[in-house]
């Protein structure tokens, strides 16, 4: 591909993904005004036992969670779509981990899920944007969390290997077959009720704009590891 035609893809994606934006956008405003209106409409025939408006209750329960989603989902993608300009500092990979389980351990306590870092000491400092790193691990934590539902055992490692910084996060959920794994990164692929699909596209994009690469290994039953490697700051 020469530059001109590098170019032209680069503006075209440009316009595509502004384009996208503005209209998530502009579906927000309207989807939260029918969210209060519906709200509104279910709190009046709360008061009511007519079985009838019993019935338009649960009826306009379920359009409100539906409105919930589609509101998820909005915000999952504008989340995606935001991902351009990296504000990067030089930092600690190790403090950024440890921070996150400290802020994800009650979360992880309630659903029973064991937190155990390894965190190599005299880590290479690499360059970060630290709260989109922070997007990452929620992102992953989140997963893992959906994948224990009975609960289970999350792993976080760090290591330097080759003059890169590694990070491997690696749970005992259910795992996933090969169809699933093919697609874990493709927008809006989902297994779930009411996934967005935009998680790991969101983490991949992310890792790339910093120059790192991601990648996963998963068994059916047994578990997944993703493993991340970022350059380490010169
Ligand atoms: N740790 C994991 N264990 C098992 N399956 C996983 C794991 N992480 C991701 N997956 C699979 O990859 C799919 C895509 O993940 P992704 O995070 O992009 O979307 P999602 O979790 O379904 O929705 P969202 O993150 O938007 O709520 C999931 O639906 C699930 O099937
Ligand atoms: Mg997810």
New binding site residues.
């Given amino acids: 591909m020469d530059d001109q035609e590098r170019q032209r893809l680069v503006d075209l994606y440009s316009e595509i993904a502004a384009l996208a934006g503005g209209l998530a956008h502009e579906i927000r405003n309207p989807l939260s005004t029918m969210s209060l209106n519906l709200d509104l409409l279910g709190e009046e025939l709360e008061e009511s036992d007519n079985p009838r408006d019993q019935k338009m209750l649960k009826r306009i329960h379920k359009v409100q969670s539906e409105c919930q989603h589609l509101n998820?989902?909005l915000n999952?993608f504008l989340q995606f779509a935001r991902v351009g300009e990296l504000e990067l500092v030089e930092a600690d990979l190790n403090a950024v981990v440890r921070d996150f389980v400290d802020f994800y351990q009650p979360t992880a306590r309630e659903h029973g899920i064991e937190i155990s870092p390894h965190l190599e000491s005299n880590l290479p400092t690499v360059k970060l944007d630290q709260s989109l790193m922070r997007q990452v691990l929620m992102?992953?934590a989140?997963?893992?969390q959906?994948?224990m539902p009975g609960g289970g055992l999350l792993e976080l490692q760090t290591f330097a290997r080759d003059g890169r910084v590694r990070l491997e996060?690696i749970?005992t959920?259910?795992?996933?077959d090969e169809a699933?794994r093919s697609?874990?990164?493709d927008v809006f692929?989902?297994?779930?009720q009411?996934?967005?699909?935009?998680?790991?596209?969101?983490?991949r994009k992310i890792v790339q704009a910093h120059r790192g690469t991601i990648s996963?290994e998963?068994e059916r039953g047994k578990?997944?590891r993703?493993s991340i490697a970022l350059p380490a700051a010169e």
């Fill in positions: 998820e989902i999952a992102n992953l989140q997963n893992a959906q994948a996060f749970d959920g259910e795992g996933m699933t697609k874990l990164f692929f989902s297994t779930k009411d996934g967005s699909g935009l998680g790991l596209p969101t983490v996963c998963s578990g997944t993703f």
